[in-house]
């Protein structure tokens, strides 16, 4: 399988193999060792973790992953994130690439307004009223425009994390009005009788760059990627990317092994590896670390430069909280609801319908509750054991269906801001401009003598999968074009050096 794109292949010719240690089995380091390994190299993985795959986490409700199951952490691939979909079709899942539906997709889904919660369809006359009210009453547009900005900003609204939305609200709203006045919104109304909406996947598939001369590109990009219609999932769960990269690799992947320091010498890195009540220090030739910042500024370092060092403590990460409901039967659907997402407000913020795939008998998988920043914090702050109570409680305004006996089996919390091996949920990028996020990224990737660094922090598509599969490419071409050793260190370039009881 060859991942690596050509121009980065300059140094593929037969070198002396070199002997890497790969940190963090998740879709970076994966991806990186499996690369270094067709460029010839020798490659061992340690994992923390007793699973693999990271932030791609397939929860099953049932045994053998007959029954229904929950994406806990990435759950779509937008299609255009190249690197990805070759991946998945390298990785022999192209079969098992389906649509994935996402927030207002569903007509019948719900949006959260201030009068209440209402149907996607039904919406619009309070969204536009809502909308008006936001911006200066003075201010004169046509009729379609506004109807086209109170959806974007009700998308804005449903996918930005709190204090950012309320920060830019008022800002946002001009600014979309004014992206918004040079466009003609009308092809992309949608009438149903006498409601009409905005088809914002169709206006987003047909202005892609309508942001881009806005100073909030970033956040724009990432709200047109997520409500866009050419979003992809992998039937079965998407944690086979991971599963599938690690069969193909020949080096071990040892799991249970937490690396607690890194410290930099002249001619390699000495990684201080905890497994068990184990403690072991081992000197590497060559280490790629694509272990999370937000982890990493735990761990003892030393012999890095001061500037590396505070990228590693400064750069800023997210939580984000998924609560997913195993329930009897796929309830909403007998409600209207096919699929999709609806913006449910509250603590609760986005609730999403999976398809029901496997025997509808084992039941149906709800993704009751999706937040991310400061909505997840307010929720994480709720006791663990209250947490799936709040939500569903909560959720009966919308879905009355949960209060019947038996309808709820089961539920699963993943906070990834409490996950002490992630710490966050991914880098955020959001408020900062173009020029100010790629020094912040080129810095986070930049090698320290042979300690190298991937992971989708390093990335130009932070918090994405695709960022995570750049970065381990980049990562193993730098690691490949590195000068070896002038003088041999180790008879295995994984040399043991000290150890003892923790
Ligand atoms: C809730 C959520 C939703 C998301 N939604 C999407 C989506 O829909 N689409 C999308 O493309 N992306 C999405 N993402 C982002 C995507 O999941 C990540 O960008 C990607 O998985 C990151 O991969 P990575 O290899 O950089 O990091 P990780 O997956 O975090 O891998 C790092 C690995 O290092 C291990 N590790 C940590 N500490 C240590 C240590 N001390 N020693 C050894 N090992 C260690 C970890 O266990 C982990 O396996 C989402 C992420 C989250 C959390």
């Known amino acids: 399988m060859d991942l690596l794109p050509e121009e980065c292949r300059t140094a593929a010719r037969a070198v002396q193999p070199k002997h890497v240690t790969v940190i963090g ?20 993985v340690l994992e923390a973790r ?16 007959s029954g229904p199951i929950a994406e806990l952490g990435a759950m779509r691939i937008p299609a255009a994130h190249h690197r990805t979909m070759r991946m998945i079709d390298q990785l022999g899942l192209a079969d098992r690439v389906r649509q994935f539906r996402t927030l207002f997709s569903d007509n019948a889904a719900y949006v959260e307004t201030p009068a209440g919660h209402a149907r996607v369809l039904a919406a619009s006359p309070i969204l536009v009223e809502e909308f008006r009210k936001a911006i200066p009453p003075d201010r004169d547009c046509r009729a379609e425009t506004l109807l086209c900005a109170a959806w974007l900003a009700a998308s804005v609204n449903a996918i930005a994390p709190a204090k950012f939305r309320c920060t830019l609200e008022a800002d946002l709203n001009v600014e979309l009005l004014d992206l918004l006045e040079r466009i ?31 100073r909030l590109q970033h956040f724009f990009d990432d709200v047109i990627t997520e409500t866009s219609s050419a979003l992809f999932r992998l039937e079965g769960g998407i944690d086979q990317i991971a599963l599938r990269l690690a069969e193909r690799l020949r080096g071990p992947v040892h799991r249970g092994r937490r690396v607690e320091g890194l410290h930099v010498t002249p001619d390699g890195v000495l990684v201080r590896q905890r497994h068990g009540l184990t403690t072991v220090t081992t000197h590497c030739d060559y280490v790629l670390c694509t272990v999370p910042f937000s982890v990493v500024r735990g761990m003892e370092l030393s012999g890095l430069t001061a500037d590396k060092t505070a990228v590693i403590h400064d750069m800023q990460y997210w939580p984000a909280t998924k609560i997913a409901v195993h329930c009897r039967e796929a309830f909403w659907e007998q409600d209207g609801i096919t699929g999709g997402g609806s913006f449910t407000g509250g603590l609760v913020r986005q609730t999403y319908y999976p398809p029901v795939e496997n025997d509808p008998r084992l039941g149906a998988a709800l993704l009751a509750s999706y937040t991310i920043g400061p909505d997840a914090e307010l929720l994480d702050r709720i006791p663990a054991r ?12 919308i879905h009355p269906e949960l209060a019947r006996p038996g309808m709820v089996l089961d539920a699963v919390v993943q906070a990834w801001g409490e996950d002490p091996l992630s710490r ?17 990224r080129a810095l986070a990737a930049a090698p320290q003598g042979r300690l190298f660094f991937a992971g989708e922090h390093c990335s130009t598509a932070p918090a994405w999968i695709e960022g995570a599969i750049e970065s381990g490419l ?6 490949h074009a590195c000068a070896p050793p002038a003088i041999a260190v180790s008879v295995n370039g994984f040399q043991h050096v000290s150890g003892g009881a923790a």
């Not at 089995?25 to 061992?44: F, K, S």
């Not at 007793?50 to 992953?65: D, E, K, V, Y």
């Open 184 to 214: 003609d919104v009308r092809p992309f109304i949608v009438r149903h009788g006498a409601d009409e909406r905005i088809d914002l996947n169709r206006f987003f598939a047909n202005h892609r760059d309508f942001a881009a001369t806005s």
């Open 424 to 440: 966050g949920a991914a880098s955020v990028r959001w408020s900062k401009d173009v020029d100010t996020a790629e020094a912040e």
């Open 25 to 44: 089995a998740g879709v970076a380091g994966l991806t990186a060792a499996h690369e270094l390994e067709r460029l010839g190299h020798r490659v061992r």
């Open 386 to 397: 209250e947490r799936v109570a709040t939500v569903l409680t909560e959720l009966r305004a």
């Open 474 to 479: 980049t990562a193993a071409a730098a690691v």
């Open 50 to 65: 007793l699973g693999l795959g990271g932030r791609l986490r397939t929860h099953a409700f049932t045994p053998h992953g």
